[in-house]
């Protein structure tokens, strides 16, 4: 057994892994294939490491790719992450990113925890337990993943007070729920229809129209776009982005919290940003779910820089949006040089998606290659792995999710495949 485990050491797998593969070749494998069936479970075990692959679905913010592709390199050093260099004393550890964010989106005061659906939970549990929170029948959607608002509103202990209808809801219907003593509201939130659309007999209210009812308005956006206008882009906004909200004009139209996710259109970590009214957000900061759900130094460090980014409109750098914002032509050129070294592979026009459960329906002009037949398994396969989508009976590879310096690895995957 243990001569076998280590045959099998080129994996780089830790040695009881190995035995482990082993074994179960031992016991599982024909005979005259034990090494064979060894290797392929010490593969196995290597396939299920987390590890680097190629996103070439052309879905921008894929979940089971880990959303929004970051990098953040950080020596092993003591931080400042809850110590005030100016007093000596103990510090917060929402000084440094939460804050940034906070005024990256125009807000007096932010805080972050682990992702978009704790930060709700947050929010309604310190702000409004055991107390009402009015939200639109149309606004009471699942997000994926189980995160269901009628549930998180449960879970927090605040009591969900369901206005209007699924198609319908007008101010008048907010006005009465806040004026019923017995409903004692204490928040009216806004959930960001984020992965689906009502189309036809529909009327909604929109943040700046739930002005003056009296409790405080929490807008749940989801998605994580800072500023509408997109000064991080030279362009402007892209046509594709039209109709999303994002946190600066949300706060502006009267917003007194905002709550959005890390990885999404913001392009950074997972993490769940808090922005808004000072006042509110330290009394969220000092619930003890707030210590439940906090962030590491790890990923505040990395949110710091996305903020330090958006701040300086450097934003446009973020991997997100220049995968994002990266003219056609360009995707083009790339697809004809790949084309021109892959046998069978031909380029073709796509159409990319934002995704992350972000602006459903919504499509963004692309290019890539295509093969006819299933290739999805064997490029899988490759090392790195590359994810591609099979439509209409071909494989498609999107550039648009393809960082660049990545071409010459998916050339190589590419020319690995028995011609298509
Ligand atoms: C994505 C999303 C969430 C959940 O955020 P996570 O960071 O995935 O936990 C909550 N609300 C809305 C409206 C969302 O779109």
């Not at 045959?7 to 074994?23: F, K």
């Not at 593969?43 to 070439?56: D, F, G, K, S």
């Not at 594709?240 to 996710?261: C, H, K, M, N």
């Not at 997972?270 to 900061?285: E, F, H, K, M, S």
Request: charged share 20%; net charge neutral; hydrophobic share 45%.
């Amino acid at each position: 057994m243990d001569a076998l485990a280590r045959s099998l050491a080129a994996t780089g797998l830790p040695h009881p892994l190995l035995v482990e593969a082993a074994r179960r070749a031992v016991t599982a494998a024909p005979p005259g294939s034990t090494a064979a069936m060894a290797e392929a479970e010490a593969e196995r075990w290597r396939r299920t490491l987390l590890q680097p692959v190629i996103n070439a679905t052309g879905v921008l913010l894929h979940t089971n790719l880990g959303r929004a592709p970051l990098a953040h390199h950080q020596p092993a050093t003591a931080t400042n992450l809850e110590l005030d260099l100016s007093t000596g004393e103990r510090g917060s550890r929402h000084a440094h990113a939460a804050t940034l964010m906070a005024r990256a989106c125009g807000a007096e005061a932010g805080l972050v925890v682990n992702n978009g659906a704790a930060a709700v939970l947050l929010v309604l549990a310190a702000l409004a337990r055991h107390r009402g929170v009015v939200v639109s029948r149309g606004e009471l959607v699942e997000i994926g993943g189980g995160f269901r608002v009628p549930e998180v509103m449960a879970e927090s202990g605040a009591r969900l007070v369901e206005v209007g209808t699924t198609n319908r809801t007008r101010r008048a219907d907010y006005e009465r729920a806040v004026g019923d003593p017995a409903a004692d509201v204490a928040l009216v939130m806004k959930v960001h229809q984020s992965n689906f659309r009502i189309e036809g007999f529909t009327e909604g209210v929109a943040v700046d129209g739930l002005r003056g009812l009296g409790p405080p308005v929490v807008a749940d956006l989801g998605s994580g776009l800072v500023d509408g206008a997109c000064p991080w882009l030279a362009g402007g906004p892209p046509p594709w982005l039209r109709g999303e909200p994002a946190a600066r004009q949300t706060l502006a139209a009267g917003a007194d919290l905002v709550i959005f996710s890390g990885d999404k259109l913001l392009g950074g970590p997972q993490a769940g940003i808090v922005v808004g009214r000072a006042d509110l957000v330290d009394t969220c900061a000092r619930h003890p779910l707030a210590r439940a759900l906090r962030s590491g130094g790890l990923v505040l460090a990395s949110l710091q820089d996305v903020a330090l980014a958006y701040l300086d409109r450097r934003a446009g750098g973020l991997p997100f949006w220049r995968m994002a914002a990266a003219p056609l032509d360009g995707l083009r050129q790339r697809a004809e040089r790949l084309a021109a070294g892959a046998v069978g592979w031909a380029v073709r026009d796509t159409a990319a998606v934002p995704g992350g459960g972000t602006l459903p329906g919504v499509e963004i002009p692309s290019a890539g290659l295509a093969a006819p037949g299933d290739h999805v398994a064997a490029l899988r396969a490759h090392h790195p792995p590359v994810i591609a989508r099979v439509a209409d009976g071909r494989t498609v590879c999107d550039l648009r999710t393809v960082d660049p310096d990545d071409d010459p690895t998916l050339a190589a995957a590419l020319a690995a495949l028995p011609t298509p």
